[in-house]
């Protein structure tokens, strides 16, 4: 994850709600407007105008995505609100090949005349890359048949962008009033919405309209102990999620009761925040952690970030490849490790899968940004390496024949490439609590909430934190740690998986800005999984003092 | 073209001002054009253009704002959007924390424009990473890097007289050299306004040189070394550093909040070779002159002799707390001394040359402890010399305790970080007891 873009709402300082620098989000816009539409036939005859400029001009092959792109966050801290901003992004983005290369343009003069000139200049690129002979191997796009007109929506039940402002406020400073009352010194809290309506054409004859929904809900409490000179934080066990606003709506059935109360396809806010506004204050109090080997059992409210830092990135054939090298990184991953197709990433129990029609995941879609209707494939299979994802320019180096549908592009002004669908850990198969797994634990840490991450450029050596670390001393829960940051091997630390429960305590967490490439963009994505037992993990101490 | 002039933008911006019926009204123009070649082994694999122009307007009765934008400027649009931004206004709730508008003020123009950047097109990028790729292929490594220019202006004017207008052209180009073994790696940054101080090929032949002498790396312990950290890597360190905001300070959950209340403002919190301070006509690394607020961005030292000297305030927090409002940097200068950096690799006796730092994240913002790793270039020096190149680190180290530990340091660069691109003027630095707390096999 980068954080070009994005600025601390509340300073470097308090640590962290990190949240969409809105300048760069687009434009901003009224409520009012962000329901219109735009109608499906005018979007048809555009991108007909471009793809035919684009051949004319010399492209063997052309797409067109015309996308509006629409953000609201609502920012509120303790009794006040922050902000309130809508904003729409509107444009168009054409790629093409032409001699061989590669070219993109885009612009925001949406008529015929517009997007015309916008194909030309995309033309002019690609030829001015082959004529300075700088395009390399030619590009090879894997075959995709033309589907025709089709469409898809996120299978949304209340569209966030139909809920009024007054609402959320009310939410959120709800929320806030409930964690001052309870002790907090601060609280922040948001609630970020996005809508991606973005048609997609190309000389394939595929002309797909799509309607993509997302939501994240989130908070910070801060407890100060200023004698000491200390504070700490604890932040929402909510999740990004592709739903709309009934992900608020509090449900019995979707919560997971134990240390803390953590959440499936509904969130309480209310209730997390009280139990956070505790947790903060049982944290200033905690006891530091003594560095060691510990058994860690990871809750999937933090696991999601370790699956998609040590699995779903160096799984990506573009880093693979290099392609990324000069920004996100390459991989520890190679061709040759997963062509001897005996490539031990993990223990028996790692069972990876890539899925882009999870129901309620960042992920989901019906096409990808290429027109690909995608695929679940597995990623790693009883702990042996079987997959990359790939797009159609790179089907053909996985002697794959078609693309398993990873493209994505993070608005119109940015070029398409390949990005990450939800990759999970699957639930073990024999039935295990998280109660029976603790049970039996000798000398571990029970971690919730994802924290502090930081991975090399191979995605080798990797250090995560948390929000909540509880000690574990002969298979019961002791009290609460603080300090804690775990640093281990890749390969090493998925070896060490010893044991998941089944598939009751499966739960998706993920990523609503993940970046990567250059210019660099950001994905949404989910990773799901049960809670998880790894033997033997390096654990450190992360106090210092300063001045 | 979306790159208004000065007068263009006025004229717009003054007819936009004419149709407010707002207690107060700010309009803000703003167009950005520009463009960029991605390339990965040896070859592109994407190019690409942009360009943007955009109106938004803010419109406010009270306390009470409301902000709607457009991109048609015929007189109709142009109208319609003042009006919809009173209706948002008209029912927005109120904002405690607003302040009114500023008048009309003096702003120096800023030197952060250059023609021959503006004038960039899709050959002279594709030529200069040509030049680039020229030198990796002799060299038999293979080359992934990304070059991108972009012009901007932005104006703004308000009801009660404020005018400003700005325009800016910056190219950036960094590029990572591989060897085929996948044994060696090597880097570059480069970030200027002007393009014609940009030598892509030279760039690329001193990340060539990090990637062929970073080849056969040993695994040495890790724990607390001298390291010599190159701009690039410096920059990134302290990054993190750089707001110097006295309300989270105040509120108590900053690096600079005193315990017991308040803030560190006037404490020695670091050695006192060190100066930190912001300069928006440093002819090196021009900024903003202004702020969106109509704010004048001035020389203001953040950090001197070591001493915390100044913390920013937005004009709500210095009202409230009773002192000038101080906004924040608009760029970031460290000022430098006179060792080269083979004087500080002869001065020491055991230490490590750190050419870029990687993934560096917040584990603990109470003492700005970060963690992240080296890469493209970790050497081992031993008596004066450097000796092998090792393994790559990762490290646990705050850049308040570094800056406490500074040995040496030497002429400043133009650097751009490698997470926000934003470019810094910064000096290479020698700095003891650096932590190191485990190994990493990346290269």
């Given at each position: 994850m980068k954080r070009r873009n994005f600025i601390y709402l509340s300073g470097v300082g308090a640590g962290a709600m990190m949240l969409p620098d809105l300048s760069a989000m687009g434009r901003p816009i009224d409520q009012e407007r962000a329901l219109e539409a735009i109608d499906v036939k005018v979007k048809k005859e555009l991108a007909d105008t471009a793809l035919n400029v684009a051949k004319s001009k010399g492209a063997s092959y052309a797409d067109i995505r015309i996308g509006r792109y629409l953000t609201q966050a609502v920012i509120t801290r303790e009794t006040r609100v922050l902000n309130v901003a809508n904003a729409e992004s509107f444009g168009v983005g054409i790629r093409v090949l032409a001699n061989g290369c590669w070219g993109f343009a885009a612009g925001n003069v949406v008529t015929k005349d517009g997007v015309a000139k916008i194909a030309e200049r995309a033309v002019a690129v690609a030829k001015a890359n082959a004529a300075a002979k700088i395009g390399g191997e030619p590009v090879q796009l894997a075959p995709q048949k033309g589907y025709g007109e089709v469409s898809w929506k996120t299978p949304i039940q209340r569209n966030a962008f139909e809920v009024p402002i007054k609402e959320k406020v009310d939410l959120l400073l709800t929320c806030n009033g409930e964690a001052m009352k309870g002790g907090a010194n601060f609280v922040n809290s948001t609630i970020f919405a996005i809508n991606e309506q973005k048609y997609f054409a190309s000389t394939d004859g595929s002309y797909v309209d799509q309607d993509i929904h997302r939501l994240y809900p989130n908070f910070q409490v801060t407890k100060i102990d200023a004698m000491a000179g200390a504070f700490e934080t604890r932040a929402a066990l909510s999740s990004p999620v592709g739903?709309?606003?009934?992900?608020?709506?509090?449900?019995e059935s979707e919560k997971v009761q134990g240390v803390v109360t953590r959440y499936k396809n509904r969130y309480d806010m209310l209730e997390d925040i009280r139990n956070a506004t505790k947790n903060a204050a049982e944290k200033v109090a905690s006891k530091s952690v003594d560095p060691g080997k510990y058994d860690l059992v990871l809750d999937p409210s933090h696991l999601w970030l370790t699956i998609h830092e040590s699995v779903a990135h160096p799984t990506e054939l573009d880093r693979v490849l290099g392609?990324?090298?000069?920004?996100a990184g390459t991989s520890f991953l190679t061709l040759d490790k997963l062509k001897s197709?005996?490539?031990?990433?993990?223990?028996?129990h790692m069972n990876i899968v890539a899925d882009r029609q999870q129901p309620g995941s960042l992920g989901a879609i019906g096409y990808d940004d290429e027109g690909v209707k995608p695929s679940q494939f597995d990623i790693v299979k009883d702990g042996i390496l079987t997959n990359f994802q790939a797009i159609r320019d790179q089907a053909h180096m996985l002697g794959l024949k078609q693309s398993q549908g990873c493209c994505y592009a993070q608005s119109w002004q940015d070029v398409q490439f390949q990005r990450m669908p939800n990759v999970s850990l699957s639930p073990g198969k024999e039935r295990l609590s998280v109660d029976d797994m603790i049970k039996g634990v000798e000398k571990g840490i029970y971690i919730v909430g994802n924290g502090s991450f930081s991975i090399d450029q191979q995605r080798y050596n990797f250090q995560f934190g948390g929000q909540l670390f509880y000690e574990i001393k002969n298979g019961k829960i002791v009290g609460m740690l603080n300090d804690v940051a775990y640093q281990a091997t890749n390969q090493e630390f998925w070896n060490s998986l010893a044991a998941v429960c089944d598939e009751r305590d499966y739960r998706l967490g993920g990523a609503f800005n993940d970046g990567k490439g250059q210019p660099s963009q950001s994905n949404a994505v989910s990773h799901g999984s049960s809670t998880a037992l790894f033997k033997g993990v390096n654990v450190i101490n992360t106090k210092r003092k300063i001045g | 073209m979306p790159i208004l002039t000065k007068e263009e933008a006025q004229a717009l911006l003054k007819k936009v001002l004419s149709y407010s019926k707002a207690d107060e009204c700010q309009v803000i123009l703003s167009g950005r054009e520009g463009g960029n070649i991605r390339s990965a082994l040896n070859a592109v694999s994407t190019a690409g253009e942009v360009s943007t122009l955009n109106l938004a307007v803010n419109a406010v009765y009270g306390k009470k704002t409301g902000t709607a934008t457009i991109n048609e400027f015929d007189d109709a649009s142009l109208e319609k959007v003042v009006r919809r931004a009173e209706e948002l206004a008209q029912l927005a709730p109120e904002n405690p924390e607003y302040m009114p508008m500023l008048g009309p003020q003096n702003f120096q123009e800023s030197i952060q424009y250059n023609a021959k950047t503006a004038a960039m097109t899709p050959e002279t990028r594709a030529d200069m990473v040509a030049k680039s790729l020229a030198v990796t292929k002799a060299a038999n490594l293979s080359a992934a890097g990304f070059l991108e220019n972009t012009t901007g202006f932005s104006a703004v004017a308000n009801s009660k007289g404020l005018f400003a207008y700005d325009k800016s052209t910056d190219v950036t180009f960094t590029v990572t050299t591989r060897n085929s073994a996948g044994t060696g790696s090597g880097y570059a940054a480069r970030g200027y306004t002007?393009?014609?101080?940009?030598?892509t090929g030279a760039a690329t032949k001193v990340a060539a040189q990090k990637a062929l002498s970073s080849v056969g790396a040993k695994a040495i312990e890790p724990g607390k070394y001298t390291v010599i950290l190159e701009p690039v890597a410096a920059a990134y360190m302290m990054e993190n550093m750089f707001r110097f905001d006295a309300r989270s300070a105040e509120e108590g959950r900053s690096f600079l909040s005193k315990r017991g209340g308040g803030t560190r403002l006037g404490e020695k919190l670091m050695d006192e070779k060190v100066n930190i301070y912001s300069d928006p006509f440093n002819t090196e690394l021009p900024a903003d002159t202004?702020?969106?607020?109509?704010q004048k961005l001035e020389k203001t030292y953040w950090i001197q002799n070591g001493v915390v000297k100044n913390l920013s305030y937005s004009r709500y927090w210095a009202q409230k707390k009773g002192v000038q409002p101080v906004p924040g940097p608009s760029n970031i200068i460290m000022d430098g001394g006179n060792t080269s950096l083979e004087e500080m690799i002869k001065s020491t006796e055991r230490g490590i040359l750190v050419s870029r730092l990687w993934y560096i994240r917040m584990v603990?913002?109470?003492?700005l402890l970060l963690t992240g790793l080296t890469r493209d270039g970790t050497y081992y020096i031993e008596n004066g010399k450097i000796m092998f190149p090792v393994k790559n680190f990762r490290f646990n180290e705050s850049p308040v305790i570094m800056l406490n530990n500074v040995e040496a340091l030497g002429k400043p660069e133009r650097t751009i970080s490698v997470e926000s691109y934003r470019s810094y003027l910064i000096p290479p630095m020698k700095i003891r007891d650096f932590t190191f707390t485990s190994l990493s096999d990346a290269v």
């Open positions: 739903m709309g606003y009934e992900y608020l709506t509090p449900s392609y990324e090298a000069n920004y197709g005996n490539f031990k990433f993990g223990s028996k | 002007d393009v014609s101080k940009l030598d202004w702020t969106a607020e109509g603990d913002p109470q003492s």
